[in-house]
């Protein structure tokens, strides 16, 4: 199951952009609501569509009424519904919003409990009762990654323009003087902390550094009680739920009560509260004082939009598209708004070179062109680009370590006749990708389900060579697919092993080299670091590319050591991540690097299926052994009964697969056949139970999301004082009680985007009539594609199916990694 879950977001600024996808809803106050219609790409296919009766499940009774614009206690449960506020008029929220129910947050949902990555529950293991979990040793090591990010990017702001024989120490310190005689400030690099050596070679005296534990790189599990209590105090006083004061105190810090009074649109900052309701808040402390020109406002609904555009896939916006929506949302000068969050340093402005029809990518942007480069006076048009800092350094780091990796040449293992006879060897598309990796240090691989035997015949193949080469995977059920494909068990780090014991020093790795990527960075799975805190591995196949978003992507090209192979594999057809960026999809467009097409068709009546969705085709195919089986249905109360039906009983008795190992996918969270309906009616039929641990009872399926952006398939095993026990991927988890209702959810039924990268025996797709817009061809490709042996389609959609799969592609996402590249990568022939 893909570690990428549903992203919560439909995008707020798409209501700007003129067309048939895009219609309005009036709200309150007349103006044009921000309703978006976003498709499978623009923070998923679902993300944004209306699913259910009306517009979501706001005002269903899941939550109580919300009191003065804000949301009610609990904002961001599991599923990540809550109350609307009395602004929000019925309509679909917006990204991470209350009642943003197509494929919206919650376990398994970027966004969950707004963004607070807060880790839930612990792995246990090998008597470590004091070990925490995995997601706090992950969130531990992408913040020390990003450090390291920062420090690189402090280091290039200021260029030596003389002295140029000087380097390090030296050359910094001239840097300096001349600033401090030109009445500028120095940086700080000069006089803080010594640049770390070079990663290569490392000093042979040095001891290499035991692994911090992840209890100490964790950091405080929370905001000082005082601070919450004051937090709390100042919410009741704006009439705002008391509960979301824990989450305003950990994002604001330790004056969290002076900033809310000083500036009360600081709650726009946490997740699940809108702009209206953050105005009801502020009038309530302000008074007279407060009104919609307010430069405060202005300040931080910009911030608030580009956040939510990045829920939706963007890593920055343009500038009319953002001013335009900054209007509908009631802020008087849009413009003085933008320039105000530029000069706080809240946001930052790019201007990117447009690439004009015909050329060769990289012209435009200044690349490597040769004769054919414009004039130097010629006036180029540019667009101006709005972006967080986070995802804008993100996206630079990523782009600098993937020129890194195509300009160095590769670690020479292996001569050229060691691996032309490993290619010699192989077949077909398998001996190109051993070829490319021979000689190139970033090479693509696509293809579908059947192409994995590519990538693990170069996994088997660098490794007979010598080579420390791994693949890391999404989630664990990708990484088990793998390992089986690669014909071994499960992965070599076992769960409750010691985290501070030095790697084995074999010069290639033991057993089944495949990982999951969060464990892999986190440093508890697979070959973990060097001296010099690199990877310590010469290659690394990262399998369901598509899933991969910026951040992920900055951090894992960082961690590479110089010399290294990384490829990138996975299906471009699926749907792409649920963090902001389109980094494979880049890749594939800007043409930087060798690529290897798969030439393996998935077999069967569902492989051809699929592959005919894939070019835009929704053919009817041959199933003899009921491969594809299409059930129609008139409502939705109809498709939840059938769906049931189909999972409890027809499935079991006619195909052989048990309820255990079918899995029901749907649009959304919300409406009558979401996957809250669903999963009410099939716990009911296959477990049922009181719930008495918060809904859940022993032997539920469920979806745990242990940070916001992964999801993790499981099952509830116990419930006690410590909190609700889970076995997930052969793991124990424990997940507290306070966090149970934002963690996990059941998972009978999933959404596309947490189902992708896991395959299943038996698949239910369930496609109710209200769920026509939901559609397009990733999201049907990617649903229908986690089937092995057989697809029941339960629908109701009518012809909007095959329109969907012929007229309705990947919505685009506004990123800058190809404009990044241009100058950095000449274009691959």
């Keep these: 199951m893909s570690t990428e879950p549903e992203p919560t977001s439909e995008d707020p600024t798409a209501t700007v952009d003129a067309g048939p996808e895009t219609p309005g809803t009036a709200d309150e106050a007349g103006r044009t609501a921000d309703v978006p219609v976003s498709d499978a790409h623009a923070g998923d296919a679902d993300a944004g569509r209306p699913v259910g009766e009306g517009a979501g499940d706001a005002g269903t009774g899941d939550r109580g009424a919300a009191s003065a614009g804000v949301p009610a206690a609990g904002a961001g449960p599991a599923d990540g519904e809550g109350a609307t506020g009395p602004a929000d008029g019925g309509v679909v929220g917006d990204a991470g919003s209350a009642g943003s129910d197509v494929e919206s947050s919650g376990p398994g949902d970027s966004g969950g409990e707004g963004a607070s990555g807060s880790p839930a529950g612990s792995v246990e293991g090998g008597g470590e009762a004091a070990q925490v979990s995995e997601a706090e040793a992950e969130l531990a090591a992408q913040q020390v990654e990003r450090e390291r990010i920062a420090r690189r990017k402090a280091e290039k702001q200021r260029p030596i323009d003389a002295g140029g024989k000087l380097s390090g120490t030296a050359a910094d310190l001239l840097a300096a003087v001349r600033a401090v005689e030109s009445g500028e400030k120095p940086a700080a690099t000069v006089f803080g902390d010594p640049t770390p050596a070079p990663r290569r070679p490392a000093p042979e005296t040095a001891p290499p550094p035991r692994p911090v534990r992840a209890e100490q790189a964790a950091g405080p599990a929370g905001p000082a009680p005082e601070t919450v209590q004051a937090v709390r105090r100042v919410l009741a006083e704006g009439g705002a739920p008391e509960a979301l004061a824990p989450q305003t105190a950990a994002l604001l810090g330790e004056g969290a009560e ?301 961690s590479l050591p110089d010399g290294a192979r990384l490829v990138l594999a996975g299906d471009p057809a699926v749907l792409w991540s649920a963090g902001p960026g389109r980094v494979f999809a880049d890749l594939l467009a800007a043409r930087v690097c060798p690529q290897v097409a798969s030439r393996r068709p998935d077999p069967g009546p569902l492989g051809e299926l699929v592959s005919g969705i894939g070019i835009g085709e929704l053919a009817q195919v041959d199933a003899p052994g009921k491969e594809v089986v299409i059930v129609p249905v008139r409502d939705a109360g109809e498709a939840v009964h059938r769906t049931v039906q189909l999972v409890a009983d027809s499935v079991p008795r006619a195909i052989g697969v048990p309820a255990e190992d079918t899995q029901v996918i749907t649009p959304g969270h919300g409406g009558a056949a979401g996957t809250r309906a669903l999963n009410a009616a099939l716990k009911q039929r296959l477990n049922p139970g009181p719930g008495r641990f918060g809904g859940f009872d022993p032997g539920d399926r469920v979806a745990y999301s242990p940070v916001p952006g992964r999801t993790l398939p499981g099952r509830v095993v116990k419930a006690d004082a410590d909190g609700l026990h889970l076995s997930c991927a052969g793991e124990t988890v424990v997940v507290p009680q306070e966090r149970v209702e934002r963690s996990v959810r059941h998972g009978w039924a999933l959404t596309a985007h947490q189902a992708v990268g896991g395959r299943w025996p038996a698949v239910v797709v369930v496609l109710p009539g209200d769920a026509a817009q939901a559609l397009s061809r990733p999201w049907i490709y990617t649903a229908f594609g986690r089937a092995v042996r057989h697809l029941s389609v339960v629908q109701g959609v009518e012809q909007a199916l095959p329109r969907a799969v012929a007229e309705v592609p990947a919505k685009p996402r506004t990123t800058r990694l190809p404009v990044l590249l241009a100058p950095q990568v000449p274009v691959a022939d």
């Design 258 to 558: 002076e900033a809310l009074r000083a500036d009360p649109w600081q709650l726009l900052r946490v997740g699940g509260v809108r702009p209206e309701q953050a105005d009801g808040f502020a009038r309530a402390l302000l008074g007279a004082a407060c009104g919609p020109d307010d430069e405060r406002r202005g300040r931080a609904v910009t911030v608030w939009l580009l956040e939510q555009a990045a829920l939706a896939g963007h890593t920055a916006l343009e500038l009319p598209r953002l001013t335009a929506t900054l209007a509908q949302r009631g802020v008087p000068d849009p413009d003085a708004a933008v320039q105000s969050t530029l000069a706080e340093g809240e946001a930052l402005a790019f201007q990117d070179a447009v690439e004009e029809p015909g050329a060769r990518p990289g012209l435009a942007s200044g690349g490597a062109g040769g004769t054919d480069a414009p004039d130097e006076d010629e006036e180029r048009p540019v667009r101006v680009l709005i972006g967080l800092e986070r995802f804008a350094l993100a996206e630079e780091s990523l782009a600098d370590g993937l020129a890194r990796l195509v300009n160095s040449a590769p670690k020479q293992d292996g001569s050229a006749a060691d691996w032309e006879r490993a290619a010699d060897s192989a077949q077909g598309a398998a001996a190109d990708l051993i070829r490319a990796v021979a000689g190139h240090g970033l090479v693509l691989h696509t293809g579908g389900e059947a192409s994995l035997a590519e990538p693990a015949a170069l996994l088997r193949a660098a490794r007979e060579l010598g080579l420390r080469a791994w693949a890391a995977a999404p989630g664990p059920l990708g990484r088990d697919r793998f390992a089986a494909q690669m014909g071994g068990g499960t992965p070599p780090a076992a769960p409750g092993s010691d985290p501070t014991a030095p790697a084995p020093e074999a010069s290639a790795p033991v057993g089944p080299a495949a990982v999951t990527l969060a464990g892999l960075l986190a440093g508890t799975e697979g070959p973990g670091r060097d001296a010099d805190g690199a990877l310590d591995l010469d290659l690394l196949v990262v399998l369901d590319a598509p899933q991969l978003d910026v951040e992920a992507g900055a951090l894992l090209v960082e």
